[in-house]
């Protein structure tokens, strides 16, 4: 019998192209029941339709809802996550009704590890600014835009899974102590990366650099507001790389205007796309990139590879490696 997979058309670039390296496929050259597409329709949310007409889909941004699963002529049998987040779906009702859920956790560990210190670095060397020096004229300026060193300095993670633990061994050589604060983590293992396990509120104010690098949770979102913000130190640093709800964006905002923080990274905003009128555009000690900095072609190929992995295995009758349980 055929088991029938489709990709959903976000991953599509506009030439009509795989927005990852195309010898991703190859994975599916394991199966040959598989007979893969490319979802028809362009949605947001993937509908009771679609999950009627699909034994397997590989999903990036559109949501998969309880409504989803909800009709009895559902054929879906697994939904394969095109990254390591999964809040745009509904876990609990897929796997009430059987439906395997997976996410892509080992491939983006590295690449966004790169991605957090490619933020680290760009705010305490003030590049944005100096680079603006050159383009305006103002050479001569440089000696009133020093940078932050960081062989005397303190890295607080909020999150210390995967890749909170892949942030710590990369920014050891460059830190003078990682600190983390995460109630799910393991001790010895965070020690092992070359960090601390310690408590949320001293990562907010000890930490010369917060970077949130946590799931997107009902217990974390908001979970950088007012109170947290104002924890930290006057000179310190925000960087998000995790999910934008993690923050309120009211709450940063006020931050950064009233010189609370001293700047922030984001990869990730409240709101995606950003609202045009945000004030966090505008801001001189912020740098804001398009939820893409870790996208690089061996990055996508990796995700793309792994996801279509986990449903070659649904469809031998096997359990694939990264199955979330919720």
Request: overall charge negative; hydrophobic content about 45%; charged content about 20%.
């Amino acid at each position: 019998m055929t088991f029938k997979v489709a990709s959903t058309r976000d991953l599509m670039t506009a030439s009509g192209e795989p927005c990852f390296p195309p010898a991703a496929f190859d994975v599916l050259k394991q199966e040959s029941s598989i007979e893969w597409e490319w979802l028809p329709e362009n949605v947001t949310e993937i509908t009771p339709d679609i999950m009627a007409r699909y034994d397997g889909l590989h999903v990036n941004l559109p949501l998969v809802t309880a409504a989803s699963a909800a009709r009895d002529d559902c054929r879906c049998k697994i939904i394969a996550r095109n990254g390591v987040g999964y809040d745009t779906v509904d876990v609990a009702a897929l796997v009430a009704k059987g439906i395997l859920v997976t996410n892509t956790p080992i491939a983006v560990r590295r690449p966004v590890a790169v991605a957090t210190l490619t933020l680290l670095f760009a705010l305490a060397g003030r590049l944005i600014d100096k680079y603006k020096l050159v383009r305006s004229g103002r050479w001569n300026e440089r000696v009133d835009f020093m940078g932050t060193g960081l062989t005397t300095r303190t890295l607080g993670l909020v999150g210390a899974g995967s890749i909170g633990k892949e942030i710590m061994r990369l920014a050891a050589p460059f830190c003078k102590r990682i600190i983390a604060s995460d109630p799910f983590a393991d001790a010895s293992d965070v020690a092992a990366a070359g960090g601390e396990l310690v408590s949320f509120d001293d990562v907010l104010g000890q930490s010369d650099f917060v970077v949130v690098c946590c799931l997107l949770t009902d217990e974390t979102r908001h979970l950088m507001n007012d109170a947290a913000f104002a924890k930290m130190k006057p000179d310190a640093y925000y960087l998000n790389v995790g999910r934008g709800p993690i923050h309120d964006e009211a709450a940063l905002v006020w931050a950064l205007q009233a010189g609370r923080i001293a700047g922030a990274g984001l990869d990730v905003t409240e709101q995606e796309p950003i609202e045009a009128d945000s004030p966090l555009i505008g801001m001189e000690n912020t740098i804001i990139t398009p939820h893409a900095l870790c996208w690089t072609d061996e990055c996508f190929e990796d995700i793309a590879s792994t996801a279509l992995q986990s449903i070659v295995d649904a469809a031998q009758g096997k359990t694939p490696v990264h199955v979330v349980s919720g």
